[in-house]
């Protein structure tokens, strides 16, 4: 009988799998594997998270300068503190390199990469090199800190009958792949969507003051693809969510690029991925201040829908029909 391997898992059960072999013995940790980043409390609540950047898979050479791969490189890193209600205080780079690789395109990367820690307050504080015999690697380990007195903000506490809020423009970014791979004439559309894709802008300041300020029950970085997130939003909280159509789409932007590419604009926004948003579970009451902030710091939000008892499953609903949302999305062993 031939063995299993990790493309027959799939990401998710891959992760759920190595997650059952993990353990946390340490008192410090207050949240350990299994959220956007793990916390330990050793004087304060220390957020910590990686992620990376591999050549062929998250990108392709000709598609990225340099410098605007290493903002993005941090960026990504930045968005899974934000969505634990973190600042970020610093990040360690690994680079895995080619020896063919020229000098100045390291420089130029590392220029972007410090830019990138730069957008978010936070330094470069080291890392290492490696030699590799092709492709890539950025590996980045992000540092990150929560105000006194602030509770993480985890991805199980989304409650029935609560708002479910998006910020950004989820889709942006999946329209863009798209456009790569397939080839596109240039359009404003196109341009803002690569934009969204190749230089992601996570909103990290809000994430951090709207738990600071106790408006989200529940929080989660949208990477995956809001369809999968969404699910793991509702499976920690033990929660369903219902989402209107017509909002998810409210991205005029996106609409025209999906036009273009012949694609459902509701397929991008659930399953495109590489968003860099944020999911957040906010209750009646606290929705009115919710909105006030994001306008304050510049942040797009717009309610999507409800989160509702789990047995009534994730669904959207379009032209007065309910219909089941899968959890398509970003998975590197699909």
């Not at 340099?66 to 969505?83: K, M, T, Y």
């Not at 929660?239 to 991205?251: F, S, T």
């Not at 005029?252 to 579970?281: F, H, M």
């Amino acid at each position: 009988m031939a063995r299993l391997t990790v493309s027959d898992l799939g990401e998710v059960e891959l992760v759920e799998q190595i997650l059952d072999k993990l353990s946390v013995p340490n008192s410090d940790v207050q949240i350990g594997p299994g959220d956007d980043a793990a916390v330990l409390g050793i004087g304060g609540s220390v957020v910590l998270t990686t992620d990376s950047q591999h050549e062929g898979t998250h990108y392709f050479a000709e598609w990225i300068a340099p410098e605007v791969l290493g903002r993005r490189a941090i960026a990504v890193n930045a968005s899974d503190l934000g969505a634990m209600g973190a600042r970020p205080r610093g990040f360690l780079v690994a680079l895995a390199l080619p020896t063919s690789t020229e000098l100045d395109w390291v420089i130029s990367l590392a220029e972007g990469l410090r830019e990138g820690a730069e957008r978010f307050g936070a330094s470069i504080l080291g890392g290492d090199v490696a030699a590799v015999a092709d492709r890539v690697s950025i590996n980045v380990t992000a540092l990150g800190e929560i105000e006194k007195n602030t509770e993480p903000v985890e991805r199980g506490g989304a409650a029935e009958g609560t708002w479910c809020f998006v910020t950004g423009w989820p889709g942006r970014s999946g329209a863009a792949r798209q456009m790569f791979k397939t080839g596109y004439k240039p359009s404003a559309a196109f341009e803002a969507c690569i934009d969204a894709f190749l230089d992601p802008r996570p909103p990290v300041t809000f994430g951090g003051c709207v738990a600071s300020q106790g408006l989200v029950g529940a929080m989660i970085d949208i990477s995956d693809g809001l369809a999968v997130d969404l699910e793991r939003i509702c499976l920690a909280s033990g929660v369903g969510a219902r989402l209107d159509a017509e909002m998810l789409v409210a991205d005029t932007v996106l609409v025209d690029a999906a036009a273009e590419l012949n694609i459902d604009p509701i397929k991008l926004v659930l399953g495109g991925g590489e968003d860099y948003e944020l999911l957040c579970s906010v209750a009646d009451g606290k929705a009115q201040t919710f909105r006030a902030l994001a306008a304050e710091t510049g942040v797009e939000v717009r309610a999507v829908g409800r989160f509702v008892a789990a047995d009534e499953g994730i669904t959207f609903v379009r032209a007065g029909h309910a219909e089941t949302i899968l959890p398509d999305g970003w998975d590197h062993f699909a």
